[in-house]
């Protein structure tokens, strides 16, 4: 088993525990950053509007599954929010010009109602938006505030003059940092990539799988108990997956090179060389926690946690400041949105009811992002799978050779047996026997795994 047994301070995080798993050779320097060929993506805002935290979650998405569009193709763009707000839709071009396409001169009322779908243009509008150049990778961003923006702070005298408003990038960037940002709570954004060609439509580009694999076993913080097989784990099952998995590029962070920015900086590398259909799958194996929600989306008032390499434990500042909290994960995941994900996590308390949390009765359950998958799905996001190595109340235990945890163990004993292994006939496989092996190897041991899966078929063994 694999404790987390931190500082005094450390430990007002009410800690709980996340387990590791296995090991691959040192070879496998192509599971870097460097695999993934970087695709130019043109658009400055993705760096700059960013809430990775916020309190409530907004989702925009367009009606063709692919998000590909050529020359002359009508689009329409869907916006949901958790919360009521007002919502402003930009458009950013293949060239970086940048349009507010809502509120405009026909929609001009940009309040919007809660888990209702605003759909952009209305049904009942007389004008449409057509695809045209120039042409390339662009993308939508929707911003919701609980509060008005003023036209002001976009640099223009009006949103609604126009159909489609340009906006200097200078002033948008001033609006989101000088207006929103010092007030994370008030305001949510999503953004959501897009192709447009020119007819006739270039040839469709193959499905891609990609992953990212993250163990660590030493953490930079003395008090941060260290552990034994995370590192090994991570290795084993990307060397596995690129090996016989047909992964077309991996990442794989371990131990130093796992800190919080090469983390976020490895999400952004799936997003940027990923498109809509393909398949990612993201798999971690560490120490894990909970601390004190401090924006009212959790019910039983805890946030869960994953503790990357540089966490520092030395002051509450900089603890919130080196951690990853199910809130960022869930946004990070939603960049990923019409991509299969599969999530797994090999580690103490790793599962937990997504659903009916309450402070009586589940005060101290980890669900590590399974509530946040289920929020997304509230407002119509696609679900990612998970598959999870214990429930909220079990640890999760380490064979007894020492090098690998039991789940992976068994997951890579069927992926390694057979082909065709979907992500359902690996947890038919593994459950019983994670089960039984427990039974018989640990004390009053208990650890049964779990498995969310709303994707259909997903194989880890195609």
């Not at 929010?81 to 060239?95: I, M, P, R, T």
């Not at 490895?266 to 004190?292: M, R, T």
């Not at 009811?353 to 509530?371: I, M, R, W």
Request: net charge negative.
């Amino acid at each position: 088993m694999k404790y987390l047994l931190i500082s005094a301070l450390m430990a007002s995080l009410v800690a709980t525990t996340f387990q590791p798993v296995v090991a691959v050779e040192e070879t496998l320097g192509q599971l870097s950053l460097k695999s993934f060929d970087k695709r130019p993506r043109g658009l400055a805002v993705e760096q700059k509007i960013r809430n990775e935290n916020p309190s409530f979650i907004v989702r925009v998405d367009v009606d063709h599954d692919d998000n590909v569009y050529v020359d002359r193709d009508l689009m329409y763009v869907d916006v949901v929010s958790e919360k009521d707000g007002y919502l402003y839709l930009f458009y950013v071009q293949a060239d970086e010009k940048i349009l507010c396409v809502f509120p405009n001169k026909i929609q001009k009322n940009n309040a919007i109602q809660a888990h209702c779908k605003t759909t952009v243009p209305a049904e009942t509008a007389d004008f449409n938006l057509r695809v045209g150049a120039p042409f390339g990778e662009e993308r939508l961003v929707a911003i919701v505030s609980l509060a008005p923006l003023s036209p002001k702070d976009f640099g223009v005298k009006s949103l609604t003059n126009l159909h489609a408003t340009p906006i200097q990038k200078i002033d948008l960037f001033k609006a989101i940092d000088v207006e929103l940002k010092e007030k994370p709570n008030e305001w949510a954004e999503h953004h959501v990539s897009i192709t447009t060609h020119a007819r006739p439509q270039q040839p469709i580009q193959q499905q891609h799988r990609l992953g990212l694999f993250v163990g660590i076993d030493r953490y930079a913080d003395p008090g941060v108990t260290e552990l034994s097989a995370c590192e090994q784990d991570a290795k084993q099952l990307a060397k596995f997956m690129l090996k016989k998995g047909n992964l077309d590029a991996a990442i794989v962070l371990t131990n130093e090179d796992a800190t919080l920015s090469k983390i976020r900086s490895a999400f952004s590398q799936l997003v940027a060389n990923s498109k809509p259909q393909d398949e990612v799958f993201i798999y971690w194996s560490g120490h894990g926690s909970q601390i004190a929600d401090d924006n009212g989306d959790e019910r039983d008032g805890e946030d869960e946690l994953l503790i990357p390499y540089d966490f520092d434990g030395s002051s509450l500042s900089s603890i919130k400041n080196s951690i990853l909290i199910d809130d960022t994960f869930g946004r990070w995941i939603q960049e990923l949105d019409k991509r299969k994900v599969v999530v797994i996590i090999d580690a103490c308390h790793a599962g937990g009811q997504a659903t009916g949390k309450s402070v009586e009765q589940n005060k101290n359950n980890f669900d590590f992002y399974l509530s946040e998958n289920c929020r997304t799905k509230d407002i119509g996001q696609r679900d990612a799978a998970l598959l999870l190595s214990s429930q909220a109340s079990e640890t999760s235990k380490v064979h007894r050779n020492g090098k690998i945890s039991v789940m992976t163990h068994f997951l890579l004993e069927k992926l390694e047996s057979d082909q065709g292994v979907t992500l359902e006939t690996a947890f038919e496989y593994l459950k019983p026997r994670v089960i039984k092996y427990v039974e018989e190897n640990y004390k009053n041991g208990c650890q049964n795994p779990v498995l969310s899966n709303s994707l259909g078929t997903v194989y880890l063994r195609p």
